[in-house]
Protein backbone atom coordinates (compact mmCIF):
# COMPACT_ATOMS: atom_id res chain seq x y z
CA UNK A 1 0.00 0.00 0.00
CA UNK A 2 1.28 3.36 -1.24
CA UNK A 3 1.40 6.41 1.11
CA UNK A 4 -0.18 9.72 -0.55
CA UNK A 5 1.90 13.07 0.12
CA UNK A 6 0.16 16.81 0.05
CA UNK A 7 0.88 20.11 0.77
CA UNK A 8 3.81 21.07 -0.75
CA UNK A 9 3.32 24.09 -3.12
CA UNK A 10 5.68 26.76 -3.67
CA UNK A 11 6.44 29.58 -1.10
CA UNK A 12 8.76 32.42 -0.33
CA UNK A 13 11.86 32.28 2.60
CA UNK A 14 10.20 32.67 6.05
CA UNK A 15 6.93 31.46 5.37
CA UNK A 16 5.76 27.81 6.38
CA UNK A 17 3.93 24.65 4.78
CA UNK A 18 1.81 21.92 6.23
CA UNK A 19 2.46 18.64 4.53
CA UNK A 20 -0.25 15.98 5.13
CA UNK A 21 0.94 12.35 5.01
CA UNK A 22 -2.26 9.28 4.41
CA UNK A 23 -2.61 6.00 4.27
CA UNK A 24 -6.45 4.85 2.15
CA UNK A 25 -7.92 2.14 3.65
CA UNK A 26 -5.07 1.11 5.76
CA UNK A 27 -4.10 1.76 9.39
CA UNK A 28 -0.57 1.99 10.18
CA UNK A 29 -1.08 2.92 14.44
CA UNK A 30 1.29 0.32 14.90
CA UNK A 31 4.49 1.30 12.43
CA UNK A 32 6.46 4.08 12.89
CA UNK A 33 6.39 6.46 10.21
CA UNK A 34 8.79 9.29 8.66
CA UNK A 35 9.34 12.04 6.43
CA UNK A 36 12.03 12.61 4.17
CA UNK A 37 13.21 14.54 1.65
CA UNK A 38 15.10 14.79 -2.06
CA UNK A 39 16.74 17.62 -3.03
CA UNK A 40 17.15 17.89 -7.16
CA UNK A 41 20.60 15.74 -7.96
CA UNK A 42 20.70 14.84 -4.18
CA UNK A 43 20.27 11.86 -2.37
CA UNK A 44 17.42 11.12 -0.31
CA UNK A 45 17.64 12.21 3.50
CA UNK A 46 16.03 11.67 6.26
CA UNK A 47 13.44 14.70 8.10
CA UNK A 48 11.90 13.49 10.80
CA UNK A 49 10.28 10.48 12.10
CA UNK A 50 7.27 9.85 14.73
CA UNK A 51 6.95 6.12 17.13
CA UNK A 52 3.67 4.64 17.08
CA UNK A 53 3.80 4.24 20.52
CA UNK A 54 4.29 7.52 22.67
CA UNK A 55 4.46 9.44 19.47
CA UNK A 56 7.66 10.71 20.29
CA UNK A 57 9.25 12.10 17.70
CA UNK A 58 12.82 12.69 15.59
CA UNK A 59 14.38 14.98 13.29
CA UNK A 60 17.36 16.04 11.35
CA UNK A 61 19.70 18.62 12.64
CA UNK A 62 18.37 21.03 9.66
CA UNK A 63 15.00 20.28 10.81
CA UNK A 64 14.97 20.81 14.65
CA UNK A 65 13.23 24.05 15.91
CA UNK A 66 11.60 24.68 12.42
CA UNK A 67 9.36 21.16 11.58
CA UNK A 68 6.92 19.26 13.79
CA UNK A 69 6.21 15.81 13.06
CA UNK A 70 2.69 14.58 14.67
CA UNK A 71 0.41 12.19 13.84
CA UNK A 72 -3.67 11.60 14.24
CA UNK A 73 -4.64 8.32 14.58
CA UNK A 74 -7.89 8.90 14.44
CA UNK A 75 -7.44 10.41 10.87
CA UNK A 76 -4.96 7.70 10.04
CA UNK A 77 -2.94 10.45 9.04
CA UNK A 78 0.74 11.86 9.64
CA UNK A 79 1.68 15.64 9.44
CA UNK A 80 4.85 17.99 8.86
CA UNK A 81 4.49 21.25 9.77
CA UNK A 82 7.50 23.74 8.53
CA UNK A 83 8.28 26.97 9.59
CA UNK A 84 10.38 29.49 8.21
CA UNK A 85 11.34 27.83 5.55
CA UNK A 86 14.68 28.16 3.75
CA UNK A 87 16.15 28.05 -0.16
CA UNK A 88 17.39 24.58 1.22
CA UNK A 89 14.37 23.06 2.21
CA UNK A 90 13.11 22.79 -2.04
CA UNK A 91 13.22 19.01 -2.02
CA UNK A 92 10.29 16.41 -3.20
CA UNK A 93 8.82 15.45 0.34
CA UNK A 94 8.19 11.98 1.01
CA UNK A 95 6.64 9.88 4.10
CA UNK A 96 7.13 5.95 4.54
CA UNK A 97 6.37 3.83 7.10
CA UNK A 98 9.16 1.94 9.27
CA UNK A 99 9.30 -1.37 8.67
CA UNK A 100 12.91 -2.52 9.90
CA UNK A 101 14.74 -1.97 12.82
CA UNK A 102 17.77 -0.24 11.93
CA UNK A 103 18.34 3.41 13.51
CA UNK A 104 15.26 5.37 12.75
CA UNK A 105 16.63 7.64 10.40
CA UNK A 106 17.96 5.13 7.65
CA UNK A 107 15.80 4.85 4.90
CA UNK A 108 16.37 1.76 3.97
CA UNK A 109 14.75 0.65 7.40
CA UNK A 110 11.31 2.16 5.13
CA UNK A 111 8.36 1.11 2.90
CA UNK A 112 5.43 2.40 1.28
CA UNK A 113 6.48 4.93 -0.03
CA UNK A 114 4.55 7.33 -1.67
CA UNK A 115 4.80 9.69 -5.00
CA UNK A 116 6.07 12.69 -3.09
CA UNK A 117 5.01 16.22 -2.50
CA UNK A 118 7.67 19.00 -4.16
CA UNK A 119 8.27 22.09 -2.00
CA UNK A 120 10.17 24.95 -3.31
CA UNK A 121 11.26 27.75 -1.09
CA UNK A 122 12.24 31.16 -3.10
CA UNK A 123 14.62 33.31 -1.65
Known amino acids: VQLQASGGGLVQAGGSLRLSCAAP????????MGWFRQAPGKERDFVAA????????YYSDSAKGRFTITRDMAKNTMYLQMNRLRPEDTAVYFC?????????????????WGQGTLVTVSS
Open 25 to 32: GRTFSNYD
Open 96 to 112: AVRYGDSDISNERSYGS
Open 50 to 57: IEWGFGSP
